[in-house]
């Protein structure tokens, strides 16, 4: 092989390795767009926090007894009143607590099934003011009776 062929070589791996780089750029920067949340953002201090319970949690409960309920790990479709898109997910901790930001509005809390057929939760509409967290309880159904 010539010098002059060794040239061209090299010349046309880098002008197909440079193509290389910017096809991978483009890429990654196309997906890091796509991960960017459309939904607005929510001013500080302004969302949802609440409990997700399971019960019942004993066949029978009694009187002067605590009742039968237990914190649950569940995840939540946080939902838009108006049209049912989806703003966001969030899991509850072990204890059932959430909170999640969101901008002032109304929302379903749709809960995601944590069991098939049990258990399960009721949706929970909720509106959320600026600057505060609305409180709410989700309760999960444990399907004892």
Avoid: N
């Amino acid at each position: 092989m010539s010098v002059g062929q060794a040239g061209q070589r090299l010349r046309r791996r880098g002008g197909l390795a440079l193509h290389r780089r910017w096809l991978v750029l483009l890429l990654v920067g196309s997906l890091l767009a796509a991960c960017g949340s459309s939904s607005p953002t929510a001013p500080p201090d302004t969302g949802i926090k609440g409990v997700v319970t399971v019960g019942p949690t004993c066949p029978v409960e009694r009187v002067g007894e605590p009742p039968c309920i237990a914190p649950l790990v569940a995840t939540l479709a946080i939902t838009s009143a108006d049209d049912g898109s989806v703003v966001t997910r969030v899991t509850s901790a072990d204890d059932g607590t959430f909170t999640v930001d969101v901008p002032p509005g109304d929302y379903v809390i749709v809960p995601e099934p944590a069991g098939d057929p049990y258990p399960f939760g009721q949706p929970v509409e909720v509106t959320v003011e600026p600057g505060t967290y609305a409180e709410v309880e989700v309760a999960y159904d444990s399907g004892i009776r």
